[in-house]
């Protein structure tokens, strides 16, 4: 008997529900389990940063599993392809599988339970990206929040759900069971097994090799602890301070699904209680302020949830109408500098949008906040969150193009790349979302610099020509 763990956006072994049922499934049953990570193409495609990361995770992954008696195997197909496959295999009794959220996902996820079920072979879901389940939280009319505020107040309630470490697996070897699986997947034209175990390096991207990361769910729970001890006390004063270490630098460990936000909440509240029990009145404000980022996660993937195509259109309707700048392609920019034929107004108006968007994209906007940011972007794929919004707001609401392109750069740059808080925070900032920031209210990056990087720490590090 064989049990798959589908394991979704989660790349670790502790607080893995699908991976912790399917072994304890296994182990009562004396079957195997096999693991699966699945590529689908038929969703956005994750960005360069991103896929860097992933694919120097999986293999960490790939190591631990095997620590438990559990292989691994990475996929590129569609859910329902995949389904076909394992519907096919006569000693497969369940697959235990981590949702996901957005684009077309909730049909084809439906799909996929479908055709399993038709072949007598049992699905069960589980919400492991997440510490809310989205349907459960509601408005008193029965509607999903598209305030935080009210949402968050809601998740107060709720208490951390922090699963067993798994043991190794007792039963006997899923050796046999795998390679018939392979074979299978090998054999159908709908599935290609992707071998990531090979070396890195021929994936990444250029700029990726000096990124300064270090993937994997050990090293999650390292960044975790040492926020909690060394930096959450004074995160309410340090958070907004893009020159200091003061962040707690989760985001990607959180995106890839190496930690469980359910056990970031639990440790950050255990460190509160602590700093309450000692009367450290600053730092129980600074955990009450971490919860409440935390909160703000939870709160673009209630979105998500309600409104899967929350990276593709404006959730306030009365913004798609507004005259956005759309920037042209720059093949068309480099043919017409070419070119003597003079351009029409809208030509020109692509255009202008493009040089402009060139430059917010290289760090070479001539304004020094905004710079260093992209600059850091580039260098890191990763950016300081005041400075996100500054460079958001500029691209937004002084440069007028639409949030969609530049949420398209964050996608592919930032290792930390999230399928709910990137077209959330973009919407955020331009105005077009929920509980957004005013159309009126702009960042303005000089008196940002000034407020929070007053002696230009920040910005002499990433733009090395203002150095004096």
């Known amino acids: 008997m064989t049990v798959i763990a589908l394991l979704g956006p989660c790349l670790r072994i502790l607080d893995n529900p699908a991976l912790y049922h399917a072994l304890g499934q296994a182990s009562n049953r004396g079957g195997s389990v096999i693991a699966l990570v699945v590529e689908d193409p038929t969703q956005r495609r994750p960005g360069a940063a991103f896929t860097w990361w992933t694919r120097k995770s999986l293999p960490l992954l790939r190591s631990q599993l095997e620590r438990l008696h559990v292989p691994l195997l990475c996929l590129q197909a569609s859910y329902p392809a995949v389904a076909k496959v394992l519907s096919q295999q006569e000693l497969i009794e369940k697959v235990h599988v981590n949702r996901r959220w957005g684009g077309t996902t909730a049909e084809q996820d439906a799909s996929f339970a479908q055709i399993l079920e038709q072949a007598h072979i049992a699905v069960q879901t589980y919400t492991a990206h997440t510490v809310h389940e989205p349907w459960d939280v509601k408005t008193g009319q029965g509607g999903y929040y598209r305030v935080y505020t009210p949402f968050s107040k809601k998740l107060l309630s709720i208490q951390p759900r922090l699963l067993d470490e798994p043991a190794p697996q007792a039963a006997g070897s ?12 090998h054999a159908s034209d709908a599935v290609h097994v992707l071998d990531w175990d090979r070396p890195a390096e021929p994936y ?25 001890d060394d930096l959450l006390p004074d995160y309410q004063t340090g958070r907004d301070l893009p020159y200091e270490k003061a ?3 989760l985001s990607p460990y959180l995106a890839h699904g190496e930690i469980s936000p359910h056990r970031v909440l639990y440790e950050t509240r255990k460190a509160r209680s602590h700093f309450r029990s000692s009367q450290n009145k600053a730092a129980v404000a600074s955990a009450d302020t971490f919860e409440r980022e935390l909160f703000w996660r939870e709160f673009n993937y209630h979105l998500l949830y309600h409104e899967p195509d929350l990276a593709e259109r404006n959730h306030n309707p009365r913004f798609d109408s507004f005259p956005w700048s759309w920037p042209a392609k720059a093949t068309q920019l480099q043919q017409t500098r070419q070119a003597a034929a003079q351009p029409s107004d809208s030509e020109s ?5 493009r040089a402009a968007l060139e430059c917010w994209k290289s760090g070479h906007t001539g304004i020094p906040l905004v710079d260093a940011g992209m600059r850091q972007l580039w260098e890191t794929g990763w950016m300081h969150n005041r400075v996100r919004m500054v460079v958001a707001s500029l691209l937004t609401k002084n440069l007028r193009i639409h949030w969609r392109v530049g949420e398209a750069w964050f996608w592919d740059t930032l290792v930390d790349a999230d399928p709910a808080s990137n077209p959330g925070n973009w919407q955020w900032v331009a105005g077009t979302g929920a509980d957004a920031a005013p159309f009126f209210r702009i960042f303005h990056p000089a008196r940002q610099a000034d407020r929070f990087d007053e002696h230009c720490a920040y910005v002499r590090a990433w733009v090395p020509e203002l150095r004096i």
């Open 174 to 185: 899923a050796d046999g069971d795998v390679e018939a699986l392979v074979h299978a997947l």
């Open 204 to 228: 990444d991207p250029a700029w990726a090799k000096k990124f300064p990361w270090k993937p994997g769910a050990e090293q999650a729970a390292h960044v975790l602890r040492t926020f909690l």
């Open 247 to 249: 962040t707690s630098s």
């Open 349 to 353: 108006a692509a255009l202008e949008a």
